[in-house]
Each structure stands twice: as structure tokens, then as C-alpha cells.
């Protein structure tokens, strides 16, 4: 009776050691996939940020491409008008030099006075002259 009883205990202690010895092996497994688990979601954090900064990179170069061809546009537009008002200019002042002369030789035989307005826009060209005799 004695050995049955002890038997039983034994065999108590063995499925108790058993269950433990369980326990303990599902914790180790447990905490060996939570760091794998980490690991995993580190390293996703790490590439999601890279490809983040690989994508703001080609905005911002994007952003100064875009930036670049449209100054490079806003200043030839500038420099094609002030080609133009510069032509309008020099087609005034040819027109003012004929004028003078015009005059010059006219104003001896008749000596009246000359008064003229001229207005110069990027599109056309206005002259107001007025003769003024004394």
C-alpha cells in the first residue's frame, strides 16, 4: 500500500514536473516570437522611413526642377519684352531724329514751336505733336 501510495505520488510529481517543464518551453517559444515579432516591426519602421526620405528626395527635386524651368521661363518672357520695348524705343527716337531734322530745316522758314508727347507700350507707340506758331 505504501509503494502504490508512493507510486502516486511519483507519478503527481511527474505530470506536475511535466506541466511545468510545458509551461516553461510555451514561454520560451512565446518570448522568442515576440522578439522576432519586434525585430520584424523594426525593421519594417526602418524601411517605411526610408522610403519615406527616398520620396520626399524626389519631391524636393521635382519641386526645384520645376522651380528652375519656370524662372528660366519668367525671365526669357522678361528679357523677350524689354526686347521689344527697347525696338519701340529706338523706332521713337528714329522717328523724334527725322522729326528734328524736319523741323530744323522747316522752323527756320516758318518759326513756329514744336511741342510733342510721346507714349511707348509694350504693343504699340503713340506721338501727339503739336505745332505752335507765336
Not at 524705343?89 to 522747316?106: E, M
Amino acid at each position: 500500500m505504501v509503494s502504490v501510495e508512493l507510486e502516486k505520488a511519483l507519478k503527481e510529481r511527474i505530470k506536475a514536473a511535466t506541466k511545468i517543464q510545458a509551461w516553461w518551453r510555451g514561454t520560451l517559444v512565446r518570448r522568442t516570437l515576440l522578439h522576432a515579432a519586434l525585430r520584424a516591426w523594426v525593421i519594417q519602421c526602418w524601411w517605411r522611413m526610408t522610403l519615406d526620405r527616398r520620396l520626399q528626395k524626389k519631391r524636393r527635386a521635382a519641386l526645384i526642377t520645376y522651380a528652375h524651368a519656370e524662372r528660366a521661363v519668367v525671365k526669357l518672357q522678361s528679357l523677350v519684352r524689354m526686347w521689344r520695348v527697347h525696338w519701340r524705343y529706338c523706332q521713337v527716337l528714329n522717328a523724334i531724329y527725322i522729326i528734328q531734322c524736319h523741323w530744323q530745316c522747316h522752323n527756320c522758314q516758318t518759326c513756329a514751336l514744336l511741342r510733342g508727347h510721346c507714349v511707348v507700350t509694350a504693343t504699340h507707340l503713340q506721338f501727339h505733336i503739336e505745332i505752335i506758331n507765336p
